[in-house]
């Protein structure tokens, strides 16, 4: 893969959020996961500047559901995949890590 | 219930969102969790969450699509690279040389704001910005008394409050004050035999301390030294230092006989710390004495300011609740003490609340101009850019990016806005030298108003600031032209750029609404400031020359004292050119105190049994000096003695108000704190005692032969020839009468009026100047955009002329379009004024913020300045000559 398609800590983050809510992802959701499981605040512009990127990439889909019920207020819902391309991402920046990481167990201590 | 996020920002994001695909979702998103909040924290908190929501995503939006159009094809990476950035700045430069003039202009005008700001920022920064010249100032407060009035008594509070205050409260590491009235009388210094006029200030022994203040040398007081009776000590101030004794080290523990009596010099101030800026702008302070804490002093009453230094973690507002439970036990405890009360404001904040008002004013004055310079320099630059755009186009033709081309626009746009910035400077420097130097200014910390680093920086970044807000506009519409469709358009002489030309038809709009504000601002104050001057003062000014008298002798009885002036005022006023001579324990706008007064045989209002009273002591013939004309009854005169029945005069407010109708002349009244009571004899005019914009209030007038509670006496004259004249022959008279007395500073009352009013009349200058920056360059902006677009339209006017139209029908046609950018200017700039008039108000002085006069005449000159600057453009359309520009095409 070319150097496009690297991905940076949070693109990774809202990437692994998407493929664990499996076919339930969207901009909601993912913020809840990541600020109640990654610890981290996350703000609404930066959510959707990374999710546009991250389509604009190739690496997630998308889709328009539309939803009538009142706690949406009509509004419909973008329903979010990762596409096999977002995969391929996960799993080499997973490599990567996983290289880095070995051998440094002593270092950093038990999880 | 249905409940629905605030309707207007779901529209607001609707409207952010319209060109996104993911759009609707976003707005799904956002009710879904303001649905959810709703739930939890209530309908209101979810409304606040949702608005703010909104508001963070718009702004968050708006910032990364402008990053991303600097961004596009890697436009931001060239910006930032310092690759070809000389080739930049040369090419820059090459541009500028073809068009010095312009750009000349470019950096006068930004100079012009530029200055403006930098001049505003160095006197805003003393007073509200930087930390006062002591040991952490923000623990410092001021604390003052609470009494109603404009009378420093009633402010100022007795000695024995400090005394209590330092014993019972807890909030303070230490508490200090000085003697308010000290600057009222002058004290005579002896140094090498010849008397000198000296101003010092009476200050708590532990003064320095609490303030934080080391002297420069020598040490503060002890705490002997502020006792009754201690050890005579004096502090000199760093600038006295230098004057009078040529910043000799070796003054330090010798003597000196300071109103007779001997005072060791302990040390000099440091040149940091001002005692005058701080605490009595316009005034001069020569050294510091104590002032003792002590049951002699608090007999004196109401005479001290207090300061105090905070414990860390207590705030301004508990140490004056503190105070407040102190004063009420303390109330509880003496039931007949009086004069108890305290508001505590940090430090600064006092210093600065005269004039806070003004410096807000002038701060929004000086960004107003900015403003307009920064559209004016768009306003010039766009109309470069049909030019521009060919230049750009051909450069494209050969390979530019879109980036180096904005990168080289910005370039150019940063060196003339840095040379801006030091013409800027160059005009703020003499202005801020002008003020610093300003002395008889009641303007504090004015000593401290410097261009230093600080403002230099300020200034360059106010330059750089407005050259790239003004340049990125243009830049981006340069850079954005098709080269194909601008190189063809340029081959066959471009009549089109309508929507340039409606662009900066906007700006001249917004220029004009601008510079409309500040005009209305500028005549506002000036109309006030008129009202002011013409205030009926109740005496004469002009004329009067005065002289604060500080005899070396003591007198011993009435008698002697009276007859010893009595001979002073004979011996002026038989010197030539000298009209009447009077002396009076304060001259106007100096002195203030106030005493309380009852009626004998008045029924008593128990809520109020006092009315309060200016009370001047007199000689006879003030009166007639100053031109106060006696109403009813009779004048004081020099058959009033202490042996004779005490009388008094009174003025015609308090005769309206203390007697309500009746007729004061013979009614006896208690004042001044003795028991025996005072007979009116005379009703004289009103004066505005402290300056015309202080009503007079009730004032009584004591013969001086019967009242003798002054320190010193003004002997005020008139006489036709000028002050400086007259001086000469007093001052010799006065010195031949009593070598010891200094006799040499004499001021007169205009001098004084003038002081009063300096603050006014520094705010109106600057003001005015402003309005007047605006003024030319909104001339300057009307100019430029009808000149370019006669120029522009020339092919059609020619044409127009051609079919049989008239030289003046074009003109009429330019004109009426220059009038209708003025009127629309002028009408959102008095919209803008009006809704903005609430910063003047407080400043304002016999004028209404909506005065028909000001608003009529300020629309008049803008009309006026509008419809010149539209004239040569006018001129220049209906002489176009249709063959010449046909046969260009």
Known sequence: MGDGNRLGEFEMLVLLAILRQKDEAYANRIREDLEANAERTVTRGALYRTLDRLAAKGLVEWDMEPSETPERGGHPMRRLWVTEEGLEAVRHSRDVLLTFLDGLGRVLGPR | ????????????????????????????????????????????????????????????????????????????????????????????????RRAPGLYLLLALVIGLGVGATTAVYSVVRPLLLAPLP???????????????????????????????????????EGITGYMAFSDQST?????????EQTFGFGVAADFLVVLGVEPLLGRSFTAEEGEWGGPRAILLTNGF?????????????????????????????????????????????????????????DRWGNTMFFIGRLRPDVTASVAEQELQRVIGSLKEQQPERWGLGARVTPLQTHIAAPLRPALRLLMAASAAVMLIVCFNVANILLARSPGRSREVAVRKALGATRGRIIRQLLVESLIFAAAGGLVGIAIALPVTRFLAG???????????????????????????????????????????????????????????????????????????????????????????FEAVLGVDLGFEPAGTVAWQLQPSRRFQSFDEMTTYYRMVTDRVEALPGIQSAGLIDGSPMGRNRSWGLRVVGANVDPEKPWTGLFPHMISPGYLETMGIPIVAGRDITARDTDDTPHVVL?????????????????????????????????????????????????????????????????????SRLPAAQVAAAVSATLAELDPAMPTRDYWTLESRLDRTVSARRFTLQVLGGFGFAALVLAALGIYGVLSQSVAERAREIGIRMSLGETASSVRRSVVGRTLLLAGAGIGIGVLIAQAGSRLVASMLFGVRAADPVTLGSMALILIAVAALSGFVPALRASRTDALTVLRAE
Request: aromatic share 8%; glycine share 10%.
């Open chain 2, 1 to 96: 219930m249905i409940l629905k996020p605030p309707d207007r920002f779901v529209r607001l994001l609707r409207h952010a969102v319209r060109n996104d695909p993911a759009g609707p979702s976003i707005l799904g998103d956002l009710h879904e969790d303001f649905v959810v909040l709703a739930g939890q924290r209530g309908a209101a908190a979810a409304g606040r969450w949702y608005r703010r929501e909104v508001v963070l995503l718009v702004i968050g939006r708006a910032f990364h699509s402008t990053l991303a159009t600097f961004s596009r094809r890697g436009t931001m990476v060239t910006l930032l690279s310092p690759r070809g950035f000389r080739q930049d700045l040369r090419s820059s430069f090459r541009t500028m």
């Open chain 2, 134 to 172: 002591v040991e952490d100032p923000a623990a410092l407060v001021w604390i003052q008394n609470t009494g109603q009035g404009a009378s420093l008594s009633s402010i100022t509070s007795r000695s024995s409050n400090l005394r209590d205050f330092r014993a019972l409260a807890t909030s303070f």
């Open chain 2, 187 to 195: 004290n005579t210094l002896m140094v090498g035999g010849e008397p």
């Open chain 2, 241 to 297: 230092w230098r004057r009078r004794f040529a910043g000799d080290a070796g003054i330090i523990g010798s003597t000196v006989q300071l109103d007779g009596q001997a005072h060791e010099v302990i040390g000099v101030l440091p040149a940091t710390f001002d005692f005058a800026s701080i605490f009595t702008p316009g005034k001069r302070v020569d050294f510091l004495t104590t002032f003792p804490v002590s049951d002699e002093t």
């Open chain 2, 438 to 528: 300003a002395t008889g200014m009641a303007i504090p910390l004015l000593d401290r108003i410097t261009i230093d680093g600080p403002a230099l920086a300020f200034a360059l970044a106010a330059g750089i600031i407005a050259g790239l807000l003004a340049g990125t506009m243009p830049a981006l519409q340069v850079a954005e032209g098709r080269e194909s469709d601008t190189l063809r358009a340029a081959s066959r002489g471009a009549t089109g750029h309508r929507a340039g030309r409606r662009i900066r038809e906007l700006l001249v709009v917004a220029e004009l609404a601008v510079a409309c504000v500040l005009l209305i601002a500028g005549g506002l104050l000036f109309r006030s």
């Open chain 2, 650 to 718: 009174i003025n015609e407010t308090g005769a309206r108000e203390v007697f309500a109708g009746e007729e004061p002349v013979g009614r006896q009244i208690l004042t001044g704190g003795g028991d025996e009571p005072w007979e009116i004899v005379g009703v004289v005019g009103d004066i505005r005692h402290l300056g015309p914009e202080t009503e007079p209030g009730v004032q009584v007038y004591f013969p001086m032969a019967q009242m003798w509670d002054f320190s010193s006496l003004d002997l005020v004259l008139r």
